[in-house]
């Protein structure tokens, strides 16, 4: 499997968000990393076809509603206060993404439990915390094995021991589909990425192997050098 993005650019008005970007990815764990406003989430809307922009963007010789079938995507806000019970909503996904009915059952039970809600999947999504909405909002994402997952800030909202559990997760996950994730938050990526791409004004500054990036995964050498090349 292979994304392939060529010139890709975004823009709003008079505001380029993403300036003419290529990118080529296969099966793994892809850390797309920037500060806030660097247009990490305009990139990814656009990849997932959210996203009018210039430039294309296949999946194995797939655009549009061929990436589109085969899509996991959790956006960067939260999942909203519905009156769905958690088991209810990944059910709809599951029809979303035409799960047969006798399937659906195990789906949902694989992901409550693949996002530690299994305790909590007959509750409304109205009675869940924040960090519990961000749960089922990633769960959301991996119904059905896609082969292109892509997850927006997929941490925010989450504590230390929520956000270990999510890496582990997309860990496995990429072994068999192309993971992109987005974070400002090295810690997030710093173990089990296998990319690395900086975005930093609309612009990759950076987009390579992670262990090229600072000569190493010592927390402190990755921030540093991240530091080095986005603007303060």
């Not at 809600?117 to 009675?127: F, G, H, N, P, V």
């Not at 924040?130 to 997952?149: C, E, F, H, T």
């Amino acid at each position: 499997m292979t994304l392939t993005v060529d010139e890709l650019t975004v823009r709003y008005r008079k505001r380029t968000a993403v300036d003419a970007v290529s990118w080529r990815l296969d099966e793994g764990f892809h850390a797309l990393l920037g500060p806030n406003g660097a247009g990490k989430s305009s990139l990814l809307r656009a990849i997932a076809t959210l996203q009018p922009a210039a430039g294309t963007v296949e999946r194995d010789g797939h655009t549009g509603e061929g990436i589109r079938e085969q899509l996991g995507y959790c956006p960067q806000e939260n999942l909203g206060r519905s009156r769905f019970t958690v088991r209810e909503h990944l059910a709809y996904m599951c029809w979303l993404h035409r799960i047969p009915d006798p399937k659906t059952p195990a789906e949902v039970d694989r992901i409550v439990e693949l996002v530690s809600l299994t305790d909590r999947a007959d509750d409304r999504i109205s009675a869940l915390s924040g960090g519990m909405r961000r749960r089922v909002g990633i769960g959301s994402a991996l119904v059905g094995n896609p082969s292109l997952v892509i997850l927006d800030e997929p941490s925010a909202g989450l504590d230390v021991a929520q956000r270990e559990s999510l890496s582990a997760v997309l860990q496995r996950v990429a072994a068999d589909a192309i993971t992109v994730v987005s974070t400002h938050i090295v810690e997030d990526v710093l173990d089990h990425a296998d990319t690395l791409t900086v975005m930093d004004q609309s612009r990759f500054v950076f987009s390579g192997a992670f262990d090229d990036f600072a000569g190493s995964r010592d927390l402190e050498a990755v921030r540093s050098r991240y530091l080095e090349m986005v603007t303060p």
